[in-house]
């Protein structure tokens, strides 16, 4: 890859003052058609340090080339499976599957709110078990209040009886065992 143009004569001693000892060169620097050489000899050297298009259009066809040629639009093939699959997929398999999705969505939609209707139903048969399992534990406390309020109301006058009752059975033995004794004394005398 060379950037194209060749080297002139006039060039090479225009840029080293000369060249083999002719002093008719040096002389003749000062004329108006050494200036045009010179002028000429400077675009040249611009365009191949500063002018990077031929070089860069030689690297473009080298690459075209590569990417064409070698590799026969292997890379041009694959895009355009990818671009007939894509194609087909949004034709045929998007469609269906959109399809089979809302079918399914719509029996999984039933399902789920036949589910959710059931757990309502229990959840409310729950919460009135509940509430009736309350009421009738409030209602019996509420009568074992009463019971035990009647209970220690009691209490006095049942003591009262057992105590007159203990005092009873207490006398009954004392006369009891004032009797053994009289019949133990009865005895003791022979």
Request: glycine share 8%.
């Amino acid at each position: 890859m060379s950037g194209g143009g060749t080297e002139t004569p006039v060039a090479c001693e225009a840029a080293h003052g000369g060249g083999g000892g002719g002093g008719k060169k040096r002389d003749s620097l000062g004329t108006p058609g050494a200036a045009h050489l010179i002028i000429k000899d400077l675009g040249e050297i611009h365009s191949r340090l500063l002018d990077h298009r031929p070089v860069t259009q030689g690297e473009i066809r080298y690459f075209v080339k590569e990417f064409e040629e070698k590799r026969g639009l292997r890379e041009l093939r694959v895009l355009e499976n990818l671009k007939n699959m894509i194609e087909e997929t949004n034709e045929r398999m998007l469609p269906k599957c959109r399809e089979t999705m809302q079918d399914g969505l719509e029996e999984t939609l039933q399902k789920l709110q036949a589910a959710n209707d059931s757990i309502c139903r229990l959840q409310q048969r729950e919460q009135e078990r509940e509430k009736v399992i309350h009421d009738h534990l409030t209602a019996s406390e509420k009568q074992r209040l009463l019971q035990w309020e009647e209970f220690l109301k009691e209490q006095p006058q049942r003591r009262a009886e057992v105590d007159d009752e203990h005092r009873r059975a207490m006398e009954r033995l004392r006369e009891q065992y004032a009797a053994m004794e009289k019949d133990l004394a009865k005895f003791s005398t022979f």
